[in-house]
């Protein structure tokens, strides 16, 4: 019994061993860079540049609310002493109201622009794969690899210049 069990392990290998590289030889692999691509190409550039100009508008109006309590804090600091006292506590109480106000405008801001900034990535993300299974196709790639889950692989593999210019094709 034993004895059909080795010779069926033996037989198993060597059809491995032979028929292995007949299916190998069609093996056609590629490498990508997704951080450079989303660094480098001219469509990822431009949603970055509408985000910036986006992340800028925001910031010119938390500014200007920053500078009103600014403006606020230094009339109390320095006018304070010539005010009664129930105006001291009127503009304090606004001022905690808009210091408040500050605080909520700039969570509020930041989990928006987290949220466009992982949205945007998943755009991007989503238009990257489909050329990278377009291109796949056209050039029949068996396999194409993300280059981060690589430990090594021979540089000419890599294939991410050539989805930068088609990407930048398409959009």
């Known amino acids: 019994m034993k004895n059909i069990l080795f010779v069926g392990l033996l037989f198993l290998l060597k059809a491995i061993i032979y028929v292995g590289p007949l299916y190998a030889a069609d093996l056609k692999v590629g490498v990508i860079d ?36 600014q403006a606020l804090q230094e009339e109390i600091k320095n006018k304070g002493k010539d005010m009664s006292n129930s105006l001291i506590k009127e503009k304090s109480d606004r001022l905690s109201k808009e210091i408040k106000e500050l605080d909520r405008i700039k969570t509020d801001m930041e989990e928006e622009l987290k949220k466009k900034d992982t949205e945007l990535t998943q755009i991007l993300l989503k238009e990257i794969s489909d050329i990278v299974q377009e291109y796949r196709k056209k050039e029949k790639y068996s396999i194409i690899y993300e280059k981060r889950t690589l430990v090594a692989y021979d540089e000419a593999m890599d ?4 989805i930068i210019k088609l990407y930048d094709v398409v959009k």
Not at 52 to 66: M, P, W, Y
Not at 159 to 162: A, E, F, P, Y
Request: proline share 0%; aromatic share 4%.
């Open 159 to 162: 294939i991410t210049d050539k």
């Open 34 to 69: 997704i951080q450079k691509i989303m660094k480098e190409s001219n469509a990822a550039k431009n949603a970055h540049a509408v985000f910036l100009k986006d992340l800028e508008a925001k910031r010119g109006v938390f500014n200007a609310k920053q500078k009103e309590v």
